[in-house]
């Protein structure tokens, strides 16, 4: 049964690695998104795997919530920072909306609205 649940636990979390790569990207066609999503699905399920028949109590306390009440008030707080600085957005960008589409076609994104040989990276 706690196989089961971090295997659960395992798909939600690369559904939700998809939505955040695949979302702001607009497209589907991004292979190294897909390849990134295959390795860590796969390193996923065997940790998965490994944990429940080895160490179960150790996949149990990764089953849990992210703050948990027996948690200290300081982690609690610096964890939750932590979450809100992962939807940051970078003010420098505003200027030129368009912007944004030139760096994810530095990791390989293919965005159908920019060419390709107009990325022109910034020194500055």
Do not use: C
């Amino acid at each position: 049964m706690l196989m089961i649940k971090g295997l659960f636990r395992g798909v939600f979390q690369i559904a939700l690695f998809a939505a955040l790569l695949f979302i702001p990207a607009g497209t589907w066609h991004w292979s190294r998104a897909i390849q990134f999503l295959v390795v860590y699905g796969l390193l996923l399920l065997v940790s998965i795997i490994v944990l429940a028949r080895l160490a179960p109590s150790s996949l149990e306390a990764r089953l849990l919530p992210l703050a948990a009440k027996s948690q200290p008030m300081a982690d609690r707080v610096i964890t939750s920072l932590f979450l809100l600085s992962l939807f940051y957005k970078n003010p420098r960008n505003q200027e030129n909306e368009n912007e944004w589409q030139h760096e994810y076609l530095a990791i390989g994104v293919h965005h159908p609205q920019v060419q390709h040989d107009s990325y022109r990276h910034r020194t500055s």
